[in-house]
């Protein structure tokens, strides 16, 4: 891996590091020789992983940082960044991975604020928590932000966690403009955007992988090689979703404003028809 972060004795922040997605970064970026600390929720889960981290790292358990935190909790952030300077001096790569799916619906407020706290303010607080500071520090620096495909075509079933996904690519794009554009920084923003992955918070209670679903490791992998890329739109297949397929999707979903069709008609029975000789015409 030839990407200027990504190399050994840089410092990888990792939140809802712990598990799933966030876990298989942290493993990735420990196999490259990077210092990493992760963050989450349950001292066991965090434990466990760290000791899985530790086997890859190149000094073992020196090379890693454990901390809980809640990401919907400033002084849990601060304290987040103050730990993880004080052990290791900076901050080089920041994953803004945290996020809950709780059920909701448009007409019951059950869930609504516990998800855009931790989904979205967990985002822009863990954000202007560190990215500050890693611009001060005049060198290359990453800030990866897990949103999810759910942000952008909003299908129907879990509004506010669409709603709070929505919101984590608006902020992401706007911090990467924002980053592009301030003088002397070398700090770059990317939206990972996962596919169908086999993790907790996809499992809905299922033990074994679907066929279709990718693993935390797949999606760690393609992420690593369109960061080479340069891409900011880390639009992750899946075993069942092409990319090809997604983009017909997301060009219809913006075309629900632009040809002045009902919001979501995608699923709506008047054009599922029109919706799947879109799909064929790519």
Same mark, same amino acid.
Not at 58 to 84: F, P, W, Y
Not at 180 to 186: F, L, Q, S, V, Y
Not at 190 to 200: A, K, N, Q, S, Y
């Given at each position: ?15 809802? /590091? ?211 890329? /340069? ?52």
């Amino acid at each position: 891996m030839s990407h200027p972060v990504l190399k050994p004795g840089a410092v990888a922040v990792i939140t809802g /590091g712990a598990a799933g997605i966030g876990l298989a970064a942290a493993k990735r970026f420990a196999a490259l020789g990077m210092r990493v600390c992760i963050a989450d929720l349950g001292a066991q889960k965090l434990l466990d992983a760290a000791e899985q981290i530790a086997q890859l790292t190149r000094a073992g358990a020196e090379d890693v940082l454990a901390i809980e935190a809640d990401v919907s909790r400033d002084a849990d952030l601060g304290n987040l960044r103050k730990a993880v300077l004080e052990r290791f001096g900076a901050v080089d790569l920041l994953m803004s991975n945290a996020g809950i799916q709780p059920p909701t619906t448009a007409l019951d407020s059950a869930n609504w604020q516990q998800m855009i706290e931790v989904n979205l303010w967990g985002v822009i607080r863990s954000t202007q928590t560190f990215v500050p500071g890693m611009v001060e520090q005049g060198r290359s620096g990453l800030v990866i932000i897990t949103g999810s495909k759910q942000g952008i075509t909003t299908p129907p079933g879990n509004p506010a966690y669409n709603v709070s996904k929505a919101g984590v690519k608006v902020f992401s794009e706007s911090l990467q403009h924002q980053l592009r554009n301030t003088p002397g920084c070398a700090i770059n923003a990317h939206l990972l955007i996962p596919g169908f992955v086999f993790t907790e918070l996809a499992a809905g209670g299922r033990k074994d992988k679907p066929a279709g679903a990718w693993t935390s490791e797949q999606t760690v992998d393609f992420m690593l090689e369109r960061l080479q890329a /340069g891409d900011f739109y880390i639009l992750c297949p899946d075993n069942d979703v092409p990319r090809a397929l997604d983009e017909r999707r997301i060009l219809w979903a913006a075309g629900d404003i632009v040809e002045n069709r009902p919001p979501l008609s995608r699923w709506h029975a008047d054009y599922g028809g029109a919706f799947e000789a879109f799909v064929k015409r790519r």
